[in-house]
């Protein structure tokens, strides 16, 4: 079974960090596209970051500057690094997996793959 775990949530105050991480089970995921994506209570899912095969990056202006992705293709992880939270950042974090790298990809269409979610609470 192909499958994306997130961890690493949790409650934390404005200004602090986190680190997310993806662990990815089934199959490789070296050659995909990876993304990170949240979803706030009554708002659709929106991007946040992703990296190719290769390490370039793409990074949502609401973010840029705070959030690192990075992968770790050895041991099959994708990692979202989350410095200087606001209460804004607060919502559901899911891991992504683009196969076929033929679309948009700070679009949630183009992926294949999704983890669970994992809550992230900034408070004020």
């Known amino acids: 079974q192909v499958l994306l775990a997130e961890s690493g949530g949790g409650l934390v105050q404005a200004g602090g960090s986190l680190r997310l991480s993806c662990a990815a089970s089934?199959?490789?995921?070296?050659?995909?596209?990876m993304a990170w994506f949240r979803q706030a209570p009554g708002k659709q899912r929106e991007f946040v970051v992703a990296?190719?095969?290769?390490?370039?990056?793409v990074t949502a202006d609401s973010v840029k500057g705070r959030f690192t992705i990075s992968r770790d293709n050895a041991k099959n992880t994708v990692y979202l690094q989350m410095n200087n939270l606001k209460p804004e950042d607060t919502a559901v974090y899911y891991c992504?997996?683009?196969?076929?790298?033929?679309?948009?990809?700070?679009?949630?269409?183009?992926?294949?793959?999704w983890g669970q979610g994992t809550q992230v609470f900034v408070s004020s």
């Open positions: 089934g199959r490789a995921f070296s050659r995909d596209v």
């Open positions: 990296i190719s095969r290769g390490g370039s990056t």
């Open positions: 992504a997996a683009d196969v076929n790298y033929g679309g948009p990809y700070t679009y949630p269409s183009p992926y294949d793959y």
